[in-house]
């Protein structure tokens, strides 16, 4: 069973930079493709970017493109989501997920999720 556990997020100004962390434990890492997604109040939960198992592919949301990078670091069994020149519409709460071999931008493909992270923008 595989455990993911969210953390960094927090409010920010716009125009600032936050860096998220997800952890991830009880599976070897490199089985694991990784996602972040994000949940505001009454909408859906969406994409937002993508890692392959070994990050040598990445994928990201339009509204992201430019401003946020996702990582992974396999020997630490982490991913990350730099996120930079953040809007008052990034506002949400940001989850990283995981999914067996494969990425995906469905949430609904995912197997694991963490506990979420909220993120605040003010503008």
């Known amino acids: 069973q595989v455990q993911l556990v969210d953390s960094g997020g927090g409010l920010v100004q716009a125009g600032g930079s936050l860096r998220l962390s997800c952890a991830a434990s009880?599976?070897?890492?490199?089985?694991?493709?990784m996602g972040w997604f994000r949940q505001a109040p009454g909408k859906e939960r969406e994409f937002v970017a993508g890692?392959?198992?070994?990050?040598?592919?990445?994928n990201y949301a339009d509204s992201v493109k430019g401003r946020f990078t996702i990582s992974r670091d396999n020997a630490n069994n982490t991913v990350y989501l730099q996120m930079t020149s953040l809007k008052p519409e990034d506002t949400a709460v940001y989850y990283c997920?995981?999914?067996?071999?494969?990425?995906?931008?469905?949430?609904?493909?995912?197997?694991?999720w963490g506990q979420g992270t909220q993120v605040t923008v003010s503008s």
């Open positions: 009880g599976r070897t890492f490199s089985d694991l493709a």
């Open positions: 890692i392959s198992r070994y990050g040598g592919s990445t």
């Open positions: 997920a995981a999914r067996l071999w494969v990425g995906s931008r469905r949430p609904n493909e995912y197997e694991y």
